[in-house]
């Protein structure tokens, strides 16, 4: 009885302590974009052009600046900009278009915010014009977009992940329109291609999307020059497709050797290959669709619509609405020493998204995988990472509307 008594007080000041702390820190609590580490992974100068590569290992996403001359276009761009508009100023160039190789699914473009604050045009694959509601330049087969006197960006309609989907070429204008390499979005990954069952509210079956995607790799991807540098945009950990490496570029040739989705010599077995044990699609993927097709809001409006909150406050709100789900991103072991009953742990990590250590996992993609995009979130961060955790959730889309930092639950509140 004695000890259990010790062990009483010890918590009392434990939890007493941690009150003291979290009250500090939510006075503290900025709520202010930040400028998250970009994931610029390689600098490339191909023939005098230059490829920037932004990579974020917690999303297996790629997104890419490519320019010459002063100009510049952005493929696949997130939504939290503000790395590739600082890498526009450091630079000195002017962002003359948004190439969105597709409507993503997986991840929020930052394509209407960059648009409304740089003026650059928005383009994308055929049939999105009736469908988007902002902007946009439709491309079509074999279409160009000059990007400076020696090089241009050729538009390629590769259809098989979505009908829109396209491909974009760097070219060297001056030498017989040379393709130097591929932005091929999620037609064709490092290892795999993309999956072709997420666009079945458009009527269209995953086999006859595995189809397309058969034609557009046989007649447009394969037909490629073999030294022409591929730059995909996901890795290994996507939920877009199976199986995918974890280089982050490849050229046509290894593709051609190496990519099993690639060795195919008919339809029906590579119909039935793609089509099969492709991963567990998130649930959050059609709301990331509409959010894509409307234009997300910036990240400065999600950041700012969270309501810091004290902890006798949220303990009460939760008390009243059950419908709120409480993600606690700080680590496993922290959660395992103390944590709101009923939360959910999501080790967030601490570098933006850039690399993931084995503990971490992939954090958005499984809060998207397992939370409903309609439910209110709250967040338990550690102290300074509030704004961060707001940020990388709005990344899929997510809106937190409640926030704590260093949160420890009261004993009598912990079942």
């Given at each position: 009885r004695g000890r259990v008594d010790i062990h009483l007080s010890a918590m009392r000041l434990l939890v007493s302590s941690a009150f003291r702390a979290l009250s500090t820190s939510c006075r503290r609590f900025s709520q202010q974009v930040q400028v998250l580490q970009s994931g610029l992974k390689a600098v490339e100068s191909l023939e005098g052009a230059k490829i920037r590569l932004y990579y974020l290992q917690c999303m297996a996403q790629a997104s890419y600046m490519v320019h010459h001359e002063r100009n510049a276009f952005l493929v696949d761009p997130r939504r939290d900009i503000e790395a590739y508009l600082q890498d526009l100023t450091d630079e000195q160039l002017t962002l003359k278009g948004i190439l969105l190789t597709h409507i993503h699914a997986d991840f929020v473009s930052g394509h209407k915010e960059l648009r409304d604050r740089t003026g650059a045009t928005v383009y994308l694959g055929p049939g999105t014009r009736n469908r988007c509601q902002f902007p946009l330049t439709e491309l079509?087969?074999?279409?160009?977009?000059?990007?400076?006197?020696?090089?241009?960006?050729?538009?390629?309609?590769?259809?098989?992940?979505?009908?829109?989907?396209?491909?974009?070429?760097l070219v060297n204008k001056?030498?017989?329109?040379?393709?130097?390499?591929?932005?091929?979005?999620?037609?064709?990954?490092?290892?795999?291609?993309?999956?072709?069952?997420?666009?079945?509210?458009?009527?269209?079956?995953?086999?006859?999307?595995?189809?397309?995607?058969?034609?557009?790799?046989?007649?447009?991807?394969?037909?490629?020059?073999?030294?022409?540098?591929?730059?995909?945009?996901?890795?290994?950990?996507?939920?877009?497709?199976?199986?995918?490496?974890?280089d982050l570029w490849s050229s046509?040739?290894?593709?051609?050797?190496?990519?099993?989705?690639l060795q195919f010599k008919a339809v029906e077995p590579f119909v039935k290959y793609l089509t099969e044990e492709q991963p567990l699609t998130p649930q959050y993927f059609s709301y990331d669709v509409a959010l894509n097709l409307t234009g997300a809001p910036s990240v400065a409006e999600i950041v700012e619509q969270c309501r810091k909150t004290k902890p006798s406050e949220l303990r009460t709100i939760l008390k009243s609405d059950k419908t709120i789900c409480v993600i606690d991103t700080r680590s496993a072991e922290q959660y395992?020493?103390?944590?709101?009953?009923?939360?959910l742990s999501f080790a967030m990590g601490s570098e933006g998204g850039v690399t993931v250590e084995a503990w971490e996992g992939n954090f958005a993609i499984w809060v998207g995988t397992l939370v409903s995009p309609t439910r209110?979130?709250?967040?338990?961060?550690?102290?300074?990472?509030?704004?961060?955790?707001?940020?990388r959730l709005a990344r899929i889309g997510y809106k937190v509307c409640l926030g704590d930092s260093l949160y420890i639950a009261s004993r009598s509140w912990m079942k």
């Open positions: 079509y087969d074999d279409m160009m977009i000059d990007m400076s006197d020696k090089f241009a960006i050729r538009a390629i309609h590769t259809p098989g992940h979505t009908p829109e989907s396209m491909t974009f070429l001056i030498n017989q329109k040379k393709p130097l390499a591929a932005f091929t979005g999620d037609t064709l990954f490092i290892g795999s291609v993309g999956r072709p069952d997420l666009v079945g509210s458009l009527g269209v079956s995953a086999t006859q999307m595995a189809e397309l995607m058969y034609d557009s790799l046989e007649q447009k991807i394969k037909t490629l020059p073999d030294d022409v540098v591929v730059y995909p945009a996901h890795g290994a950990g996507s939920p877009c497709g199976k199986n995918l490496s974890d046509i040739g290894n593709e051609k050797l190496t990519n099993p989705a395992s020493s103390s944590h709101v009953p009923g939360s209110r979130v709250a967040v338990i961060t550690n102290r300074g990472q509030e704004a961060e955790a707001v940020q």
